[in-house]
């Protein structure tokens, strides 16, 4: 099983909102991924998760809060976003921070409105 | 900064060989990987190879590496209709973790 499952696969949130975005992988890897991915753009990489603790924040502003209460699951907080944050949300999982291959999930495509 | 560049069309018929460029800026990348991307999907790892190799073969998938003019190619052969998605190449540095630096993205068109 390589599955990343992200939920929920579409969101809409007004700028006023608190809304989080799930990602779950049972394939026993210890590092996880938030990546943001504008129209048209290629994936930028936000935030990096070993072992649970918060590896690499990409200056991502604060109203993103990730959390990482397992090892099989990273959530992503959203307060107060702004429209321009509307883009697709990709978490990805693999095996360590060495490992060769992530895998990344089905995205959650957020527009904010 | 890490620049990686992708041309942005191909179209190519069923049947052809399909060739999808990259070049990256990053002589440190121990990795480098190539991504396809349906509409509205995730990203799904096609292959990859090792800085130290200079080319990889994957059934229908050929990957060429040249480290010295920093350029990666993909080349698909016998293109089917299915195979058309942007692709995206990806390197690696060497600070760890699956910090990937992503192409451009190339839109691959596979018409019948």
């Known amino acids: 099983d390589t599955e990343v499952t992200q939920t929920p696969k579409h969101l809409v949130m007004g700028m006023t909102n608190k809304k989080s975005l799930k990602c779950e992988q049972h394939?026993?890897?210890?590092?996880m991924y938030w990546y943001k991915q504008k129209a048209k753009k290629p994936p930028e990489l936000m935030f990096v998760?070993?072992?649970?603790?918060?590896?690499i924040n990409e200056s991502v502003p604060s109203r993103f809060s990730p959390e990482c209460p397992n090892s099989s699951l990273l959530n992503l907080h959203l307060h107060a976003l702004q429209p321009e944050d509307s883009a697709l949300y990709l978490c990805?999982?693999?095996?360590?921070?060495?490992?060769?291959?992530?895998?990344f999930g089905q995205g959650t495509r957020l527009t904010v409105v | 900064g890490e620049d990686v560049e992708q041309s942005l069309f191909l179209s190519v018929r069923e049947g052809d060989s399909s060739v999808i460029n990259c070049t990256y800026t990053?002589?440190?990348?121990?990795?480098l990987y190539w991504y396809k991307q349906e509409p509205g999907a995730g990203l799904q790892l096609l292959t990859y190879?090792?800085?130290?190799?200079d080319m990889k073969q994957d059934q229908r998938l050929t990957v060429l590496l040249n480290k010295k003019d920093k350029h990666l190619s993909l080349r698909i052969a016998d293109t089917q209709t299915g195979d058309s998605a942007i692709y995206f190449c990806?390197?690696?540095?060497?600070?760890?973790?699956?910090?990937?630096?992503f192409g451009t993205g190339t839109r691959l068109l596979v018409s019948p």
């Open positions: 990805a999982s693999s095996q360590d921070g060495m490992n060769t291959e992530a895998f």
């Open positions: 998760y070993s072992y649970e603790k918060l590896s």
């Open positions: 190879i090792f800085s130290n190799m």
């Open positions: 394939m026993g890897h210890r590092a």
């Open positions: 990053d002589s440190s990348s121990t990795y």
């Open positions: 990806a390197e690696r540095g060497n600070t760890g973790f699956q910090k990937l630096v």
